[in-house]
């Protein structure tokens, strides 16, 4: 019987050099046993009971809608790239095969434009980042600009570079170009914009409106199947009175929940998202209510009032929910949690202490980000009576 292949040909000349990827020479069939494994492994040092892990793929390259390129301009030509492997030295790049097409089309027209027109490339010098995000066809595509706070400009400078860009790729519906410390990151200020201020992304039946900057799944081919695994169960809608969806972003999962809870309360941190969340909620469900907070202030109001949810969702950031946020949770005793987790170390930590309480019945390993080391996991935990 012949053995299947482990090894592969990476489909990108930088892989190797990029700090991107790390499994591009690995058959995809063997990158899903390895995350595998590592997560029953850290699930298994946490002494966590866990169910056999269901594992969901799709097609592991093409895959990104959104990605942040650095700039520099070397030998007096501008380039656009990421960090070498291991380094924060700049890598300039000529492709990036996990990437939809149109994103590096755009960074390409970006770089073209400034060869011919002084607006684009002032914008262009200004800049040391460009973060590109597309729609679910690849029809539409919105771009910011990371630029120094102190960049000053002539009226009508960003709207002409903007539409010099546009003449070379007609998708751009959109761009801005924000303050970014180089040491702290983006200051909240936006220095100049021209366009729409974001697009529609369809997601199964469900379109969503995401203003430039919010947060949303970045795996186009995967977030349909990630919302069904989050909001259904034995293949039935989730039903009941009152669900939490914490980290909710721009509601990828209230908006599915809410059309089968009597009430969602939706809570998300980032005034952008937030925002977009409040708008999409109202139109959808009047009884609804998005809340722009911190999961952990929310916790903290919610185990004093008497409202007791039938399901609590979370998708947190890589640092997980936490020891205190998941004791609140104990102490809430919600029917059915849906933990949506993007590290398995933190994810594993937060089963511990859960699960004096929660018996957890399902595990699925959903592999958004191909060719990466990083994995996905929904866990789904259902109150032990």
């Known amino acids: 019987m012949t053995k299947p292949l482990t090894t592969a040909i990476p489909r990108c000349p930088h892989f190797g050099l990029c700090g991107g990827c790390q499994y591009q020479d690995l058959a995809y069939a063997e990158q899903l046993r390895i995350k595998q494994a590592r997560l029953e492994d850290l699930l298994r040092q946490a002494s966590v009971e866990a169910p056999p892990i269901t594992v969901h793929s799709a097609e592991p390259y093409t895959y990104r809608n959104r990605i942040r390129l650095r700039l520099e301009r070397i030998d007096g030509v501008h380039r656009f790239g990421y960090n070498r492997a291991n380094t924060t030295d700049f890598l300039p790049i000529a492709v990036c095969p996990i990437s939809a097409p149109i994103l590096v089309q755009t960074a390409e027209a970006l770089l073209t434009a400034a060869t011919t027109d002084r607006d684009a490339e002032f914008w262009l010098n200004a800049a040391a980042e460009v973060e590109l995000f597309c729609d679910h066809d690849l029809a539409r595509v919105q771009m910011t600009l990371h630029g120094a706070p102190?960049?000053?400009?002539?009226?009508?400078?960003?709207?002409?570079?903007?539409?010099?860009?546009?003449?070379?790729?007609?998708?751009?519906?959109?761009?801005?170009?924000?303050?970014?410390?180089?040491?702290?990151?983006?200051?909240?200020?936006?220095?100049?914009?021209?366009?729409?201020?974001?697009?529609?992304?369809?997601?199964?039946?469900?379109?969503?409106?995401?203003?430039?900057?919010?947060?949303?799944q970045v795996n186009r081919f995967l977030i349909e199947a990630l919302v069904n695994l989050v909001c259904t169960h034995d293949g039935q809608p989730r039903t009941g009175a009152l669900a939490w969806d914490l980290y909710a972003g721009v509601g990828l999962f209230s908006r599915v929940l809410a059309r089968n809870f009597t009430r969602i309360t939706a809570v998300e941190s980032n005034p952008t998202a937030a925002a977009d969340l409040k708008a999409s909620l109202a139109k959808l469900s009047p009884t609804s209510t998005a809340i722009e907070a911190t999961t952990l202030d929310f916790l903290h109001r919610a185990v004093l009032d008497r409202d007791r949810p039938d399901l609590i969702v979370l998708?947190?950031?890589?640092?997980?929910?936490?020891?205190?946020?998941?004791?609140?949770?104990?102490?809430?005793?919600?029917?059915?949690?849906?933990?949506?987790?993007?590290?398995?170390?933190?994810?594993?930590?937060?089963?511990?202490?859960?699960?004096?309480?929660?018996?957890?019945?399902?595990?699925?390993?959903?592999?958004l980000f191909p060719q990466t080391s990083h994995i996905e996991t929904i866990a789904i935990l259902n109150r032990i009576p």
């Not at 170009?177 to 529609?200: H, K, Q, S, V, Y």
């Not at 005793?333 to 933990?339: D, E, K, L, Q, S």
């Open 150 to 216: 102190r960049t000053r400009a002539q009226p009508g400078s960003f709207a002409r570079a903007f539409a010099a860009i546009q003449s070379l790729i007609p998708q751009l519906a959109g761009a801005s170009a924000i303050a970014a410390d180089p040491r702290t990151g983006p200051t909240g200020r936006t220095l100049d914009a021209a366009g729409a201020t974001g697009l529609t992304y369809r997601v199964g039946a469900e379109s969503y409106w995401i203003t430039r900057g919010s947060f949303f």
């Open 315 to 367: 998708d947190p950031p890589r640092a997980g929910a936490g020891l205190e946020a998941c004791e609140l949770l104990n102490r809430l005793a919600p029917a059915a949690i849906v933990y949506v987790s993007c590290d398995p170390t933190t994810l594993a930590r937060d089963l511990t202490a859960l699960q004096p309480h929660y018996h957890l019945t399902h595990l699925h390993l959903i592999d």
